[in-house]
């Protein structure tokens, strides 16, 4: 998927989209990535804050976080299907909630991946990286959704937004609750 979007688009869109598969077997896996890599940031390595020095997350903090974190990101995966689906009529394409989901679920490998980044505070702006997952939303889009090329940039941004929007709510929730330098 990362090397070569457009064609492995070819052969996911044969495979069954079984939501419920998806989700216990890929997106389960896959969450655990920014989970685990989260947890270690925070607990072990830590933080610098300023006038404070190196602050670590307490055991319980790290391990509540990580596991909300990982619920939200789950969750964010299944609001992006959900707003694909729902959008897809807008923008010229069809409704199909596991082809959308599918397509919410590849799209946010990068994301996912580039959770290997919160291991060390130094390195959480290649996170950035996880914007990779907007071209392969926009390779996904015609293909599983049928969305016309003429409205398949305008698709992909409205749901970038839609996905940066709720992972925001989601990481300043986690923050708020979990310590706000750690995650």
Do not use: H
């Amino acid at each position: 998927m990362l090397a070569d979007p457009s064609a492995e688009w070819t052969q996911i869109e044969k495979e069954p989209g079984d939501a419920a598969y998806l989700l216990t077997s890929y997106v389960a896996l896959l969450a655990l990535v920014p989970a685990i890599f989260g947890f270690i940031g925070a607990c072990v390595v830590g933080a610098v804050a300023p006038g404070v020095g190196l602050v670590r997350a307490s055991i319980v903090d790290g391990l509540f976080g990580a596991v909300f974190g990982y619920v939200v990101t789950c969750a964010t995966v299944l609001v992006l299907g959900l707003l694909i689906n729902l959008l897809a009529p807008t923008f010229g394409g069809r409704r199909d909630f596991d082809s959308a989901f599918k397509l919410a679920v590849y799209a946010y490998t990068p994301v996912w991946l580039a959770g290997i980044f919160l291991l060390a505070p130094g390195l959480r702006f290649l996170g950035l990286t996880g914007f990779y997952g907007a071209y392969i939303l926009w390779t996904g889009l015609p293909r599983l959704i049928k969305a016309p090329e003429s409205k398949v940039l305008s698709f992909t941004a409205v749901i970038v937004v839609c996905a940066f929007v709720v992972t925001l709510i989601g990481g300043t929730a986690q923050r708020a609750l979990f310590g706000p330098a750690l995650f």
